[in-house]
Protein backbone atom coordinates (compact mmCIF):
# COMPACT_ATOMS: atom_id res chain seq x y z
CA UNK A 1 0.00 0.00 0.00
CA UNK A 2 1.94 3.21 -1.22
CA UNK A 3 0.32 6.72 0.55
CA UNK A 4 1.70 9.70 -0.48
CA UNK A 5 1.65 12.06 2.35
CA UNK A 6 1.49 15.65 0.78
CA UNK A 7 3.97 18.23 1.69
CA UNK A 8 2.92 22.09 1.24
CA UNK A 9 4.43 25.61 3.13
CA UNK A 10 2.73 25.66 5.73
CA UNK A 11 1.87 21.75 6.31
CA UNK A 12 1.07 20.70 9.66
CA UNK A 13 4.69 18.78 10.45
CA UNK A 14 2.75 17.07 13.56
CA UNK A 15 0.37 15.63 10.56
CA UNK A 16 2.83 14.63 7.94
CA UNK A 17 5.10 13.07 11.03
CA UNK A 18 2.05 11.07 12.69
CA UNK A 19 0.75 9.83 9.98
CA UNK A 20 4.24 8.30 9.18
CA UNK A 21 4.61 6.92 12.75
CA UNK A 22 0.99 5.61 12.93
CA UNK A 23 1.16 3.35 9.94
CA UNK A 24 4.67 2.36 10.81
CA UNK A 25 3.10 1.19 14.41
CA UNK A 26 0.41 -0.25 12.16
CA UNK A 27 3.36 -2.25 10.12
CA UNK A 28 4.78 -3.22 13.53
CA UNK A 29 1.16 -4.76 14.58
CA UNK A 30 1.01 -6.86 11.65
CA UNK A 31 4.34 -7.71 12.30
CA UNK A 32 3.89 -9.34 15.78
CA UNK A 33 0.35 -10.77 15.04
CA UNK A 34 0.57 -12.89 11.64
CA UNK A 35 -2.38 -13.16 9.91
CA UNK A 36 -4.54 -10.27 11.78
CA UNK A 37 -4.55 -8.33 9.15
CA UNK A 38 -7.61 -8.52 6.44
CA UNK A 39 -7.44 -10.49 3.83
CA UNK A 40 -4.72 -11.84 5.57
CA UNK A 41 -0.89 -10.33 4.75
CA UNK A 42 2.37 -11.79 4.56
CA UNK A 43 4.66 -10.10 7.71
CA UNK A 44 6.62 -8.61 5.31
CA UNK A 45 3.64 -6.53 4.42
CA UNK A 46 3.43 -3.00 5.11
CA UNK A 47 1.74 0.57 4.67
CA UNK A 48 4.77 2.45 2.65
CA UNK A 49 4.57 6.26 2.96
CA UNK A 50 6.21 9.08 1.13
CA UNK A 51 6.75 12.45 1.88
CA UNK A 52 5.89 13.98 -1.37
CA UNK A 53 6.52 18.21 -2.29
CA UNK A 54 6.29 19.57 -5.78
CA UNK A 55 9.96 19.20 -6.58
CA UNK A 56 10.84 17.18 -4.39
CA UNK A 57 12.97 19.54 -1.77
CA UNK A 58 12.07 20.48 1.74
CA UNK A 59 9.52 23.14 2.48
CA UNK A 60 9.01 24.83 5.48
CA UNK A 61 6.12 23.81 7.74
CA UNK A 62 3.25 25.94 9.55
CA UNK A 63 6.00 27.52 11.84
CA UNK A 64 8.98 27.93 9.56
CA UNK A 65 10.46 24.84 10.29
CA UNK A 66 11.96 22.15 7.57
CA UNK A 67 9.86 19.26 5.81
CA UNK A 68 11.95 16.45 4.08
CA UNK A 69 10.98 14.89 1.15
CA UNK A 70 11.69 12.08 -0.65
CA UNK A 71 9.58 12.62 -3.78
CA UNK A 72 8.22 14.74 -6.38
CA UNK A 73 5.02 15.29 -8.65
CA UNK A 74 7.22 14.49 -11.52
CA UNK A 75 7.47 11.06 -10.24
CA UNK A 76 5.91 8.20 -12.47
CA UNK A 77 5.09 6.53 -9.31
CA UNK A 78 0.96 5.90 -8.96
CA UNK A 79 0.20 5.64 -5.08
CA UNK A 80 -3.13 3.85 -4.05
CA UNK A 81 -3.54 6.93 -1.41
CA UNK A 82 -2.52 10.48 -0.97
CA UNK A 83 -3.11 12.54 1.82
CA UNK A 84 -3.34 15.99 2.17
CA UNK A 85 -2.97 17.19 5.31
CA UNK A 86 -3.78 20.29 7.75
CA UNK A 87 -1.78 23.59 7.23
CA UNK A 88 -1.35 27.20 8.28
CA UNK A 89 -3.74 29.61 7.15
CA UNK A 90 -3.89 32.80 6.40
CA UNK A 91 -6.46 36.08 7.88
CA UNK A 92 -8.96 35.11 5.22
CA UNK A 93 -9.11 31.24 6.47
CA UNK A 94 -7.04 30.41 3.20
CA UNK A 95 -3.77 28.76 2.28
CA UNK A 96 -0.65 30.43 2.82
CA UNK A 97 1.07 29.44 -0.63
CA UNK A 98 -2.21 29.56 -3.18
CA UNK A 99 0.20 28.62 -5.83
CA UNK A 100 1.86 25.88 -4.75
CA UNK A 101 -1.79 24.43 -3.61
CA UNK A 102 -2.76 24.95 -7.42
CA UNK A 103 0.02 23.01 -8.42
CA UNK A 104 -0.48 20.04 -6.01
CA UNK A 105 -4.52 20.02 -7.02
CA UNK A 106 -3.40 19.35 -10.74
CA UNK A 107 -1.27 16.47 -9.67
CA UNK A 108 -4.13 15.19 -7.47
CA UNK A 109 -6.43 15.82 -10.58
CA UNK A 110 -3.91 13.23 -12.84
CA UNK A 111 -3.69 10.44 -9.66
CA UNK A 112 -6.91 10.75 -9.23
CA UNK A 113 -7.65 9.70 -12.87
CA UNK A 114 -5.24 7.16 -12.46
CA UNK A 115 -6.97 5.47 -9.19
CA UNK A 116 -5.39 7.22 -6.12
CA UNK A 117 -7.73 7.40 -3.51
CA UNK A 118 -7.78 11.14 -1.81
CA UNK A 119 -7.95 12.25 1.60
CA UNK A 120 -8.42 15.59 2.70
CA UNK A 121 -7.62 15.72 6.85
CA UNK A 122 -8.92 19.60 8.09
CA UNK A 123 -7.49 22.75 5.57
CA UNK A 124 -6.10 19.46 3.29
CA UNK A 125 -9.95 19.71 2.09
CA UNK A 126 -9.09 23.27 0.02
CA UNK A 127 -6.50 21.37 -1.53
CA UNK A 128 -9.05 19.17 -2.76
CA UNK A 129 -11.69 21.45 -3.35
CA UNK A 130 -9.09 23.20 -5.92
CA UNK A 131 -8.84 20.20 -7.48
CA UNK A 132 -12.70 19.62 -8.17
CA UNK A 133 -12.55 16.41 -6.41
CA UNK A 134 -15.15 17.62 -4.08
CA UNK A 135 -17.46 18.97 -6.50
CA UNK A 136 -21.06 17.18 -6.18
CA UNK A 137 -19.64 14.85 -3.26
CA UNK A 138 -20.20 14.67 0.30
CA UNK A 139 -17.19 16.50 2.15
CA UNK A 140 -16.44 17.75 5.69
CA UNK A 141 -14.17 20.18 7.47
CA UNK A 142 -13.53 21.26 10.85
CA UNK A 143 -16.24 23.36 11.92
CA UNK A 144 -14.89 26.22 12.76
CA UNK A 145 -13.75 26.10 8.60
CA UNK A 146 -17.61 25.06 7.53
CA UNK A 147 -18.88 28.53 6.75
CA UNK A 148 -15.92 29.61 3.94
CA UNK A 149 -15.58 26.33 3.27
CA UNK A 150 -18.90 26.63 2.06
CA UNK A 151 -18.66 29.52 0.13
CA UNK A 152 -15.50 28.42 -1.53
CA UNK A 153 -16.99 25.28 -2.89
CA UNK A 154 -20.64 25.72 -3.76
CA UNK A 155 -20.69 22.46 -5.48
CA UNK A 156 -19.18 20.30 -2.63
CA UNK A 157 -22.13 18.88 0.02
CA UNK A 158 -20.47 19.70 2.45
CA UNK A 159 -21.62 18.40 5.79
CA UNK A 160 -21.91 20.32 9.40
CA UNK A 161 -20.35 18.33 12.52
CA UNK A 162 -19.48 14.88 10.63
CA UNK A 163 -15.87 13.97 11.82
CA UNK A 164 -15.42 11.54 8.31
CA UNK A 165 -16.86 11.73 5.25
CA UNK A 166 -16.06 9.33 2.44
CA UNK A 167 -17.95 9.05 -1.23
CA UNK A 168 -15.82 7.73 -4.70
CA UNK A 169 -12.82 7.56 -3.42
CA UNK A 170 -12.82 10.98 -1.57
CA UNK A 171 -12.46 11.02 2.26
CA UNK A 172 -12.52 14.35 4.26
CA UNK A 173 -11.86 14.91 7.95
CA UNK A 174 -12.45 17.99 10.00
CA UNK A 175 -10.56 19.38 13.06
CA UNK A 176 -6.42 19.73 12.65
CA UNK A 177 -5.45 16.27 14.63
CA UNK A 178 -8.22 14.33 12.88
CA UNK A 179 -5.60 12.56 10.92
CA UNK A 180 -5.38 10.29 13.38
CA UNK A 181 -9.10 9.16 13.02
CA UNK A 182 -7.79 9.20 9.02
CA UNK A 183 -4.93 6.81 9.51
CA UNK A 184 -7.26 4.41 11.49
CA UNK A 185 -10.01 4.48 8.73
CA UNK A 186 -7.32 3.47 5.97
CA UNK A 187 -6.17 0.69 7.88
CA UNK A 188 -9.77 -0.29 9.05
CA UNK A 189 -10.39 0.00 5.17
CA UNK A 190 -7.77 -1.47 3.45
CA UNK A 191 -6.70 -4.28 6.32
CA UNK A 192 -10.30 -4.92 8.81
CA UNK A 193 -10.96 -4.09 11.65
CA UNK A 194 -8.86 -5.94 13.82
CA UNK A 195 -5.77 -4.53 12.83
CA UNK A 196 -7.21 -1.28 13.20
CA UNK A 197 -8.43 -1.31 16.75
CA UNK A 198 -5.32 -2.98 18.18
CA UNK A 199 -3.35 -0.32 16.14
CA UNK A 200 -5.30 2.18 17.88
CA UNK A 201 -4.56 0.84 21.19
CA UNK A 202 -0.87 0.35 20.70
CA UNK A 203 -1.18 4.17 20.17
CA UNK A 204 -3.57 4.84 22.95
CA UNK A 205 -5.82 6.78 20.59
CA UNK A 206 -9.68 5.99 20.08
CA UNK A 207 -10.41 3.92 17.51
CA UNK A 208 -14.04 5.39 16.85
CA UNK A 209 -14.03 9.35 15.54
CA UNK A 210 -16.06 11.83 17.97
CA UNK A 211 -18.52 13.86 16.12
CA UNK A 212 -17.41 17.52 15.96
CA UNK A 213 -20.44 18.70 17.21
CA UNK A 214 -19.86 17.78 21.14
CA UNK A 215 -16.68 20.54 20.40
CA UNK A 216 -18.07 23.18 18.01
CA UNK A 217 -19.78 26.09 20.07
CA UNK A 218 -23.85 25.38 20.05
CA UNK A 219 -25.76 27.24 17.15
CA UNK A 220 -22.35 28.00 15.11
CA UNK A 221 -23.04 26.88 11.60
CA UNK A 222 -26.49 28.80 12.73
CA UNK A 223 -24.84 31.86 12.30
CA UNK A 224 -23.87 32.16 9.28
CA UNK A 225 -26.91 33.64 7.73
CA UNK A 226 -29.97 35.38 9.17
CA UNK A 227 -32.73 33.21 7.90
CA UNK A 228 -30.88 30.52 9.98
CA UNK A 229 -30.87 32.42 13.35
CA UNK A 230 -34.40 33.51 13.05
CA UNK A 231 -35.32 29.50 12.69
CA UNK A 232 -33.04 28.84 15.53
CA UNK A 233 -34.42 31.00 17.95
CA UNK A 234 -37.94 29.86 16.74
CA UNK A 235 -37.17 25.63 17.26
CA UNK A 236 -34.91 26.82 20.88
CA UNK A 237 -37.23 28.82 22.49
CA UNK A 238 -40.47 29.37 20.76
CA UNK A 239 -41.69 25.61 19.98
CA UNK A 240 -38.90 22.67 20.61
CA UNK A 241 -41.57 20.46 19.34
CA UNK A 242 -41.98 22.89 15.81
CA UNK A 243 -42.79 20.08 12.41
CA UNK A 244 -41.43 21.04 9.43
CA UNK A 245 -44.44 23.04 8.11
CA UNK A 246 -44.68 24.82 11.48
CA UNK A 247 -41.09 26.54 10.84
CA UNK A 248 -42.25 27.24 7.16
CA UNK A 249 -45.27 28.84 8.48
CA UNK A 250 -43.51 31.29 11.40
CA UNK A 251 -40.93 32.08 8.70
CA UNK A 252 -43.68 32.87 5.74
CA UNK A 253 -42.69 30.82 3.39
CA UNK A 254 -43.64 27.14 1.49
CA UNK A 255 -42.14 24.10 3.13
CA UNK A 256 -41.06 23.78 -0.61
CA UNK A 257 -38.81 27.14 -0.37
CA UNK A 258 -37.39 26.41 3.53
CA UNK A 259 -36.29 22.98 2.17
CA UNK A 260 -34.30 24.84 -1.23
CA UNK A 261 -33.04 27.25 1.32
CA UNK A 262 -31.81 25.38 4.51
CA UNK A 263 -30.29 23.16 1.73
CA UNK A 264 -28.37 25.69 0.21
CA UNK A 265 -27.31 26.89 3.51
CA UNK A 266 -26.73 24.02 5.35
CA UNK A 267 -26.70 20.65 3.29
CA UNK A 268 -29.36 19.61 5.51
CA UNK A 269 -32.94 19.16 5.61
CA UNK A 270 -35.53 21.19 7.43
CA UNK A 271 -36.05 18.16 9.58
CA UNK A 272 -32.49 17.62 9.92
CA UNK A 273 -31.96 21.45 10.71
CA UNK A 274 -34.38 20.99 13.36
CA UNK A 275 -33.58 17.64 14.80
CA UNK A 276 -29.76 19.11 15.14
CA UNK A 277 -30.87 22.45 16.70
CA UNK A 278 -33.18 20.38 19.38
CA UNK A 279 -30.03 18.02 20.54
CA UNK A 280 -27.47 21.05 20.31
CA UNK A 281 -30.31 22.57 23.35
CA UNK A 282 -30.00 19.22 24.77
CA UNK A 283 -26.47 19.31 25.44
CA UNK A 284 -26.17 22.75 26.83
CA UNK A 285 -28.82 21.47 29.41
CA UNK A 286 -26.69 18.03 30.05
CA UNK A 287 -24.29 20.13 31.03
CA UNK A 288 -26.15 20.98 34.16
CA UNK A 289 -25.38 17.83 36.17
CA UNK A 290 -28.74 18.79 37.81
CA UNK A 291 -30.57 18.16 34.71
CA UNK A 292 -32.15 14.54 34.25
CA UNK A 293 -32.10 13.01 30.41
CA UNK A 294 -35.56 12.47 31.05
CA UNK A 295 -36.35 16.17 32.21
CA UNK A 296 -33.98 17.06 29.46
CA UNK A 297 -35.77 15.52 26.50
CA UNK A 298 -39.11 16.99 27.74
CA UNK A 299 -37.25 20.47 27.73
CA UNK A 300 -36.42 20.32 24.08
CA UNK A 301 -39.92 18.93 22.56
CA UNK A 302 -39.81 15.15 22.99
CA UNK A 303 -42.67 13.29 24.67
CA UNK A 304 -40.81 10.09 24.19
CA UNK A 305 -37.48 9.23 25.64
CA UNK A 306 -36.01 6.68 23.17
CA UNK A 307 -36.95 9.38 20.54
CA UNK A 308 -34.75 11.45 22.16
CA UNK A 309 -31.91 9.07 22.74
CA UNK A 310 -32.27 8.18 18.64
CA UNK A 311 -31.75 11.27 18.14
CA UNK A 312 -29.09 12.08 20.05
CA UNK A 313 -27.16 9.50 19.24
CA UNK A 314 -27.38 9.81 15.44
CA UNK A 315 -26.25 13.63 15.79
CA UNK A 316 -23.49 13.77 18.58
CA UNK A 317 -22.15 10.18 18.03
CA UNK A 318 -23.06 9.20 21.69
CA UNK A 319 -26.14 8.46 23.89
CA UNK A 320 -26.97 11.30 26.43
CA UNK A 321 -25.88 9.23 29.44
CA UNK A 322 -22.22 9.41 27.46
CA UNK A 323 -21.99 12.68 26.75
CA UNK A 324 -23.00 13.91 30.18
CA UNK A 325 -20.42 11.81 31.66
CA UNK A 326 -17.90 13.13 28.94
CA UNK A 327 -18.86 16.80 29.36
CA UNK A 328 -18.81 16.31 33.18
CA UNK A 329 -14.86 14.84 33.49
CA UNK A 330 -14.30 17.00 30.83
CA UNK A 331 -15.46 20.14 33.04
CA UNK A 332 -13.60 18.47 36.20
CA UNK A 333 -10.20 18.01 34.29
CA UNK A 334 -10.72 21.69 33.19
CA UNK A 335 -11.43 22.99 37.05
CA UNK A 336 -8.39 20.58 38.25
CA UNK A 337 -6.19 22.62 35.85
CA UNK A 338 -7.09 26.31 37.65
Same mark, same amino acid.
Given at each position: ?14 A?S ?12 I ?9 P ?9 V ?53 A ?17 C ?9 G ?5 I ?12 Q ?15 Q?G??TT ?38 Q???A ?12 I !? =?? *??I??D? &? $? ?5 L? @????M ?11 L???T ?8 R???A ?26 ? !? =?? *? ?5 ? &? $? ?6 ? @??N ?7
Amino acid at each position: MKIALLALPGSMMSAISGLADMFWLTNQTIMMNPGIATPPTDKNAQFDTVIVSADGKPVHDAQGKKIDCEASFGDSTVFDRIIVTGMRLNEHKLPIAPDAVQEAAVWLQTQYRQGSQIAGACAGGYVLGDAGLLDGKICTTTWWLFPSFRQRYPNAKALWGKPLVEQDGIITTGGPLSWIDLALHIVKTDAGNALAKLAADMAVADSQPMSQHIYAPRGFVNTIHPLLI !R =AE *QLIRYDA &P $AMTVEQLA @AALTMSTRTLHRKISDLTNETPKAFITRVRIESACVLLENPKNTIVRVAEQCGYHEETVFR !R =AF *QQVMGMS &P $AQFKKWTL @ARNAAALSKR
